[in-house]
């Protein structure tokens, strides 16, 4: 089980804000802009922070930097419809499914399976969530079908998963290396007798 001091939770958790702010106006990268971080940040949040209070805080984060996007930055109001709640379990459904791997994590190689079904699992509910939601109850599409919304989904959620997969990648890289040093520094060989 993965556990941090309340310290340590803290400085994640404002890395994560500031990931947001600097990533949510954005769905996919572009020469100007980094992709919107959101999916992974709410899996993270998940894994690395032990209240939930924070799930409701980034919940509140992202509707705030989406109502100032498209009232004060000029993004258009597009996505803003009724089914914008289906967000909530959408994003909910992310950090659950780090929640659970915080629970099965072990700094080892035997982690990669539970990590890698938390994943699949909290990335295709979150897809179903936010553009199933959409795509039936938006109001912005004339005509629905299970078919057509088939295709929406293959041609989106790929791009969706590669923005996750990059800023998780960053995550693992970053986790790994202050565990190492963490263990480094706290290894009872590496202390000189005199």
């Known amino acids: 089980m993965l556990t941090l001091s309340t310290r340590n939770q803290m400085a994640i958790g404002l890395l994560l804000v500031l990931l947001m702010i600097l990533t949510r106006s954005h769905h996919?990268?572009?020469?100007?802009?980094?992709?919107?971080?959101?999916?992974?940040?709410?899996?993270?949040?998940?894994?690395?922070?032990?209240?939930?209070?924070?799930l409701?805080?980034?919940?509140?984060?992202?509707?705030?930097?989406?109502?100032?996007?498209?009232?004060?930055?000029?993004?258009?109001?597009?996505?803003?419809?009724?089914?914008?709640?289906?967000?909530l379990p959408a994003y909910a459904s992310l950090w659950l499914a780090g929640r659970w791997y915080a629970k099965q994590y072990q700094f080892t190689w035997h982690t990669v399976a539970p990590l890698s079904l938390s994943v699949i699992a909290g990335l295709i509910l979150c897809e179903l969530f936010?553009?199933?939601?959409?795509?039936?109850f938006s109001g912005r599409i004339a005509e629905t079908s299970f078919s057509e919304f088939g295709e929406q989904v293959i041609k989106y959620f790929p791009l969706y998963i590669e923005t996750f997969v990059f800023?998780?990648?960053?995550?693992i890289v970053m986790h790994t290396l202050f565990t190492l040093i963490i263990q480094q520094f706290n290894n009872p060989r590496n202390t000189t007798t005199g």
């Open 130 to 136: 936010s553009s199933g939601g959409f795509y039936f």
């Open 167 to 171: 800023y998780l990648g960053l995550a």
């Open 28 to 54: 996919f990268a572009s020469v100007h802009n980094l992709a919107d971080a959101s999916w992974a940040i709410f899996f993270l949040a998940g894994v690395y922070l032990r209240s939930a209070w924070p």
């Open 56 to 87: 409701l805080g980034f919940f509140a984060l992202s509707w705030w930097l989406d109502f100032a996007a498209y009232t004060w930055g000029g993004v258009s109001d597009f996505c803003i419809t009724p089914a914008y709640v289906f967000l």
